[in-house]
């Protein structure tokens, strides 16, 4: 149905800035709301920021408000995580979710995305 590869981890110092990338191939109907989750060793998944068909609506986990920014292509077939003043607490495996869903509820639950990515490292040291 859809297949997301993430890209543009890597190892940044504290305040810097990171462009993650999600390349996403499928029917355009299984990547309707198409989100940004990370994970730390010995923590839960969490939700990033979300993006709804259009990219006219977005959520945003409180945590990064302000520092992160979700967007995508007009083609919807790349997403992207803009990643500015980056904290140590954001390091994390990055992953890539999707749904069919128009409207996901809730939009930063791990479980409202079906479809997922391998992950990419993001690593921010002080």
């Known amino acids: 149905q859809v297949q997301l590869v993430e890209s543009g981890g890597g190892s940044v110092q504290a305040g810097g800035s990171l462009r993650l990338s999600c390349g996403a191939i499928?029917?355009?109907?299984?990547?309707?709301?198409m989100a940004w989750f990370r994970q730390a060793p010995g923590k839960e998944r969490e939700g990033v920021a979300v993006?709804?068909?259009?990219?006219?609506?977005?959520y945003y986990a409180d945590s990064v408000k302000g520092r992160f920014t979700i967007s995508q292509d007009n083609a919807r077939t790349t997403l992207y995580l803009q990643m500015n003043s980056l904290k140590p607490e954001d390091t994390a495996m990055y992953y890539c979710?999707?749904?069919?869903?128009?409207?996901?509820?809730?939009?930063?639950?791990?479980?409202?995305?079906?479809?997922w990515g391998q992950g990419t490292q993001v690593t921010v040291s002080s």
């Open positions: 979710a999707a749904s069919s869903s128009y409207r996901v509820y809730p939009p930063l639950h791990r479980l409202s995305y079906p479809y």
């Open positions: 993006i709804t068909t259009g990219g006219s609506t977005t």
């Open positions: 499928g029917d355009a109907s299984s990547r309707r709301s």
